[in-house]
């Protein structure tokens, strides 16, 4: 599914979510990218501070990827989206 994300809190939700659907705790994650448990719940919780590489090293781990698109182009394809 694709999401179309406009605020840090969204991120942190998507991670979450994302994380969950992976099958991995918190400390799974953690160790996959990484960092201790306590930074992948900070994230969870407030993504504002997450870098784009760390952003890029969880989508990894969780089998997800980054896309960016002009918001001004119709899209191409017509796959499902969930915005927020």
């Known amino acids: ?15 979450a979510a994302s994380r969950r659907h992976a099958g991995l705790t918190q400390t799974e994650a953690a160790a996959r990218v990484g960092v201790s448990q306590s930074r992948i719940s900070a994230w969870e919780t407030d993504a504002a501070a997450l870098t784009v590489a760390q952003l ?15 918001k001004n182009q119709p899209q191409a394809d017509a796959a499902p989206q969930a915005e927020w």
């Not at 694709?2 to 991670?15: G, K």
């Not at 890029?56 to 002009?70: H, N, V």
């Open 56 to 70: 890029l090293s969880l989508c990894g781990a969780y089998g997800l990827q980054l896309q960016m698109r002009d």
């Open 1 to 15: 599914m694709l999401h179309v994300i406009a605020t840090a809190d969204q991120i942190a939700q998507l991670l």
